[in-house]
């Protein structure tokens, strides 16, 4: 008799198991990533550091000249103008210029940036911002641009030459940023002439 209701507790046990739902075990773990390496970004919000190592030179030149000669000469009056006299005059005139403008500037520094968008080929457009005082002077500096996952380290650096369509703008405020200014008068004197 034991027997038996050990057989129909079995039986009705498996039945029962049978008849349940299937439950599925989910990992804690769901960014299939590594353990033994760092993601590399490419989603939004994700994390890289450019290195901007830029050096930009530029030379403009511009020479004019112009000169104009006028000749001319009245002949005597006649008739009711006979009071006026032959005369000439004549005048010259000549203007040259010349004009050189050279720029050059360098940048070394590391910015970190956050992917903003992922573009259906997989790139990303990147933006970061870094803000730097020192003493009186304030430093702003933007940069964004289009980055390929491929140009991206292991480390998620990648090198501004191989940053698509970059902008850098840099904006200063404080005590160097006046200095460099004209003054208000020749502000003026510049829209003016």
């Known amino acids: 008799m034991k027997l038996i209701k050990t057989m ?3 039986l009705i046990l498996s039945v029962m198991a049978s008849a ?11 960014d299939n990533s590594s353990l033994f390496s760092d993601r590399k970004a490419g989603r939004i919000g ?14 403009d030149e511009g020479k004019t000249s112009s ?8 002949k005597a009056g ?3 103008l006979s009071f006026l006299r032959a005369f000439g005059f004549g005048s010259s005139s000549k203007t040259s210029g010349n004009t050189k403008v050279e720029r050059t500037k360098k940048m070394n520094m590391q910015l970190s940036c956050i992917v903003t968008d992922v573009l259906p080929n997989g790139n990303m457009v990147i933006q970061g ?4 005082l020192s003493g009186a002077e304030k430093m702003n500096v933007t940069y ?37 200014r004209p ?11």
């Open 144 to 180: 964004s641009g289009v980055v390929s996952p491929r140009d991206v380290a292991h480390n998620n650096v990648v090198d501004s030459s191989r940053v698509a369509n970059a902008e850098i703008i840099v904006n200063g405020k404080g005590i160097i940023s006046r200095a460099q």
């Open 46 to 59: 994700d994390i890289l550091m450019v290195k901007v190592n830029e050096k930009f030179s530029d030379t």
């Open 183 to 193: 003054g208000l008068i020749n502000q003026i004197l510049q829209a003016i002439f």
């Open 67 to 74: 000169s104009k000669d006028t000749d001319e000469d009245i």
């Open 8 to 10: 129909s507790v079995i």
């Open 78 to 80: 006649f008739g009711i």
């Open 129 to 132: 911002e870094r803000s730097m």
């Open 20 to 30: 349940a739902p299937h439950a599925a075990a989910d990992s804690l773990w769901t």
